[in-house]
């Protein structure tokens, strides 16, 4: 069974950095796609960065672009999400999704059909 755990969330004040975590397991594809939306109350839910895990490839939302970075540790099957340079309109529930169909999408929509629990960040002003 598919299960990805997010870590790392929490809060933070504007401009810091944080680094988010999704421990994949109970699958043994190789090549797929993972990426990170967020979900900020009374908002629609954002994909904001993908990544295909076989070749690197990765999509980043242009309301992240050149501060957050999407990343991946095969061995350790972990997907992360550097973020840097944050503000309070960042401020949401993060999820990380799996795409596992071949060929799968990087650009992180309905597509992803596996999803962790979600793990909260706040950034203050």
């Known amino acids: 069974q598919v299960q990805l755990v997010e870590s790392g969330g929490g809060s933070v004040q504007a401009g810091g950095s944080l680094r988010l975590s999704c421990a994949a397991s109970?699958?043994?594809?190789?090549?797929?796609?993972m990426g990170w939306f967020r979900q900020a109350p009374g908002k629609e839910r954002e994909g904001v960065a993908g990544?295909?895990?076989?070749?690197?490839?990765?999509y980043y939302a242009d309301s992240v672009k050149g501060r957050f970075t999407i990343s991946q540790d095969n061995a350790k099957n972990t997907l992360y999400l550097q973020m840097n340079s944050l503000k309070p309109e960042d401020t949401a529930m993060y999820y990380c999704?799996?795409?596992?169909?071949?060929?799968?999408?990087?650009?992180?929509?309905?597509?992803?059909?596996?999803w962790g629990q979600g793990t909260q960040v706040t950034v203050s002003s």
């Open positions: 999704a799996a795409d596992l169909r071949d060929p799968c999408t990087v650009v992180p929509g309905n597509e992803y059909n596996y």
């Open positions: 109970g699958y043994t594809y190789s090549d797929y796609c």
């Open positions: 990544i295909y895990t076989g070749g690197g490839s990765t």
